[in-house]
């Protein structure tokens, strides 16, 4: 068994599977082992034998959308390869097919036994999390039922129901049993001298309420001709760059990921939409913040993905306190999950709303495609939406109490409610966590561009000028006080976050960045903010990092002390252009452009912190999404903040 995982990704399903096609149901580890819908794994063994035992790896699964691999019987020098098996799969929505080409070397009829091992134990990924946590599962129960071509698993735990379907072309002989749960699918090929063998396994999931009429593509070459037209259409009219064929390279990859990276969901009136997914594997659901931030990186070349986040989150906004963790009138939902602990309240996550900055992106969002397309139907019809979540800004928030957004930790949920939602990421310098209630800068920023956009709303679609008054005086005011209470001028550089008492939290962190992309600093504070950026304790050479070396908090691995976000630097680079310091945003571009072109053109979720000049290849992250709809969309934030050259 080998320790890498590929993945295959289509909408809210993913497979990941290792070098040989196999899936082994492994726990624990950066990525999980299995294939997965909506949350739960759906199948958690399918490995393949051949005469009894486990084929060699003649040619693995490649890194990339594919899962093509080439498996032969274990032998030596001396022995050529009896058989090779050609094998090939993919995934569809809440399905997962495999073919199978078992080609005999020899020049006499021969008989193969082939098996299959299949067992679905339908754990909720929240399971498999590196933290090792359980969950009670009280009266829960799994079965099984052979079918005339094949066998389908079920689960049950109260009204919970779901189940998986496996069937194959031929049938299999035998299904055995052996001992664990698992059920082995056998078939005995008699191959003519040189002769090939096909089979076709199909695998559907049917997860808890799903209601559709779901088929089952024929065979992997049709649902990769699925996912090309997907493809084709996102990249359809998007002019790329001539000039730089590096950052057109990374452009086509992300919109590419961007069009397998789409999950349902659904819209004010019950419409069905397709919406940016957070990333494979950990976060294939609707995560507001990541959404937004795609949505409006991807805006000038696809505004369709703008649209439908917007009415899917005005579709789940909060209208009152109770059913879900962290609901006040008027704010925008962090997280959505669709799994079994979500259903019964053992992770907080069904409908979750612990989040500062979703409400105010939400409505940079509609500012921005307003302004973008001039088709002000989505403002006119979310109106009431932006109303509210301009009342949550104001009052619960924190705006008007308190002068700006406050998060605090939530038990059970987050401890940090920004974009640098990890326990340890909002520090002093030092390293120090501060206590209570956080105003966190980058959320500021938002809330400013929000009131701003919300205000050209009121007086361009909605014919409110008394609204539009009274929203750019907020802003103006909130750039007031944010100026006074943040800028430390010791350091010529805003603070991190501010305290419960209003002390600023010390660090040196590239949320400064945002508050460029969002306007809120004056033009001279905002230049000094941007050159300071790309000075070499910042800036890594493959991009901004999120916390400056030389600090004791720094740290190269952590996740938001020290790494490199590709959507940070995305930010920092509208941002670095905005206030006229191109040269530097064509750096940050440049970097980030480099770091894509060593990963085949795709930008990870998060690089580590290790400097360029000691480091010629971009580092990963551990546990770092392997595609994240944020650093697909990045390469179009780029093409807008710098062009082609």
Not at 205 to 221: F, K, M, S
Not at 421 to 449: F, H, L
Request: hydrophobic content about 40%; charged content about 25%; aromatic content about 8%.
């Amino acid at each position: 068994m080998t320790d890498r995982h590929h993945l295959l990704v289509h909408g809210a399903t993913f497979a990941a599977v290792d070098d040989r096609g196999d899936i082994s149901g492994v726990r624990g580890g950066s990525s999980p082992d299995g294939w997965f819908v909506r949350d739960a794994r759906h199948l958690s063994r399918w490995q393949l034998t051949v005469d009894g035992a486990v084929p060699e790896v003649l040619r693995p699964v490649p890194d990339g959308d594919a899962s093509r691999c080439a498996l032969v019987p274990r032998g030596g020098r001396q022995e050529p390869p009896a058989y090779t098996v050609f094998r090939e799969q993919g995934v569809g929505d809440s399905s997962f097919v495999e073919s199978l080409r078992v080609t005999s070397n020899r020049p006499v009829p021969t008989t193969i036994r082939l098996a299959l091992t299949v067992d679905a134990d339908f754990t909720d990924q929240f399971e498999l999390r590196s933290d090792h946590r359980t969950y009670a599962k009280p009266g829960a129960l799994r079965s099984r039922q052979v079918l005339d071509d094949g066998i389908e698993f079920t689960y049950r735990r109260a009204e919970w129901r779901s189940c998986t379907t496996i069937t194959a072309d031929p049938a299999p002989e035998a299904v055995e049993e052996t001992g664990t749960g698992a059920r082995r699918l056998v078939w005995t090929l008699e191959l003519e001298p040189h002769g090939t063998a096909r089979l076709v396994l199909r695998v559907i999931a049917r997860p808890h309420g799903e209601r559709r009429a779901l088929r089952v593509p024929r065979d992997p070459a049709a649902l990769r001709d699925q996912l090309l037209a997907a493809e084709g259409e996102f990249m359809e009219g998007v002019a790329f760059p001539t000039g730089w064929p590096e950052l057109a390279a990374a452009c086509a990859r992300g919109l590419a990921d961007l069009a397998a990276l789409q999950v349902p969901a659904t819209g004010p009136d019950g419409e069905e939409l397709r919406v940016p997914a957070g990333g494979a594997p950990w976060f294939l659901t609707l995560l507001a913040r990541d959404a937004l931030l795609t949505s409006l990186f991807a805006l000038p070349y696809r505004p369709r993905p703008a649209a439908a986040t917007l009415h899917a989150l005005a579709a789940t906004q909060a209208t009152g306190t109770g059913g879900a963790r962290g609901a006040r009138p008027g704010k925008i939902v962090h997280e959505v999950r669709h799994g079994e602990l979500a259903h019964f309240g053992q992770v907080p996550y069904g409908r979750y709303y612990g989040s500062v900055d979703a409400t105010p992106l939400f409505l940079v969002l509609l500012g921005a495609y307003t302004e973008r397309t001039s088709d002000p139907a989505p403002a006119r019809r979310l109106e009431p939406h932006a109303r509210a979540a301009v009342g949550w800004m104001l009052d619960h928030g924190g705006l008007t109490t308190r002068g700006y957004l406050v998060h605090r930790a939530d038990e059970g949920g987050l401890a940090n409610q920004n974009w640098k939602d990890s326990p340890d990421a909002i520090c002093c310098a030092d390293g120090t966590r501060p206590t209570g209630a956080v105003m966190a800068a980058g959320a500021q920023g938002y809330a400013y561009d929000a009131l701003r956009r919300t205000a050209w709303l009121a007086r361009t679609v909605w014919a409110d000028e008394t609204y539009a008054a009274l929203l750019e005086q907020a802003a103006a005011d909130l750039r007031d006080r944010f100026q006074r209470d943040f800028w430390m001028g010791e350091h010529s550089f805003p603070a991190l976050a501010l305290d419960a008492e209003g002390r600023r939290i010390d660090a040196l962190a590239s949320d400064a960045g945002h508050l460029l992309w969002s306007g809120l600093l004056d033009k001279e504070y905002g230049e000094v903010v941007g050159r300071r950026l790309l000075e070499p304790d910042f800036f890594s050479g493959w991009g901004v990092r999120t916390l400056a070396a030389g600090q004791p908090a720094y740290h190269p691995l952590s996740r938001h002390r020290g790494s490199v976000w590709p959507h940070d630097n995305a930010l920092i680079t509208l941002g670095l252009a905005r206030y006229g310091l191109h040269d530097e945003a064509r750096t940050v571009a440049h970097a980030l452009v480099d770091a894509a072109t060593a990963g085949g053109h795709r930008l990870p979720e998060v690089l580590a912190g290790y400097g360029r000049d000691t480091h010629p290849e971009p580092v990963p992250c551990p546990h770092a999404c392997v595609r994240e709809s944020r650093s697909a969309a990045a390469p179009l934030a780029l093409l807008t903040a710098v062009g082609g050259t």
